[in-house]
């Protein structure tokens, strides 16, 4: 399977607190719900089709237990496509704490990430799709375990929160796949990784 991300950041790379307000208050947050409304139909019609083509779902734990919780548990998003490819789909999680997983179809993998996540790319199929999880996606990047990324930037600076890319860390550089922006400004970016970048040497 091909291991793809999905993450939605604001212009200044912030990840954190997407969704509702009350998603994720961490370390002071309170800038919380941006991206909600934001994008066109084409733009939410690009995100479903991506969500109904995954092979299989991986998350980190505190997405898993939001996904669960709205996705896997509200009869109005579970019978909405994204909710029904989520539900019908294997699920595995990257977790050394969760020990009864309460959403169907859920492996929980405790131990040995990479080799399991390497295990499952070698299962022949699709997509094994990570959404969100910015911790879990910073570490698939760092350990080379991503095959492509798609950045959903809304247009907006929020100035606090946690970022997909952090202040220092490891260098990639990026092919661009694909490229468009909707009519509300929203750019939707798909790239591959391309090894590491080239520096002017003196």
């Given amino acids: 399977m091909k291991l793809t991300t999905m993450t939605q950041i604001t212009i200044d790379g912030v990840m954190q607190g997407n969704g509702a307000a009350s998603d994720d208050r961490r370390?002071?947050?309170?800038?919380g719900g941006w991206a909600r409304g934001k994008g066109d139909d084409e733009t939410r019609a690009f995100i479903t089709r991506t969500y109904q083509r995954a092979e299989a779902f991986l998350?980190?734990?505190?997405?898993?237990?939001?996904?669960?919780?709205?996705?896997?548990?509200?009869?109005?998003m579970r019978a909405h496509p994204i909710g029904v490819a989520l539900n019908e789909a294997p699920k595995y999680v990257a977790s050394t704490t969760l020990t009864a997983p309460r959403w169907q179809h859920t492996t929980v993998l405790r131990r040995d990430l990479a080799a399991a996540i390497s295990e499952l790319k070698a299962t022949p199929g699709g997509e094994l799709q990570v959404h969100g999880s910015g911790s879990l996606t910073r570490w698939l990047l760092e350990n080379n375990l991503v095959d492509e990324l798609t950045?959903?930037?809304?247009?907006?600076?929020?100035?606090?929160?946690?970022?997909?890319?952090?202040?220092?860390?490891?260098?990639?550089?990026?092919?661009?796949?694909?490229?468009?922006?909707?009519?509300k400004g929203v750019t939707i970016q798909v790239y591959r990784p391309a090894g590491r970048p080239q520096y002017v040497t003196a």
């Fill in 27 to 31: 370390n002071g947050f309170e800038r």
């Fill in 151 to 183: 950045l959903i930037v809304i247009p907006v600076i929020l100035g606090q929160g946690s970022r997909l890319f952090p202040e220092t860390g490891p260098d990639l550089a990026l092919d661009l796949v694909e490229s468009r922006v909707d009519s």
């Fill in 59 to 76: 998350f980190g734990r505190r997405t898993y237990e939001l996904f669960a919780g709205s996705w896997g548990a509200i009869d109005q």
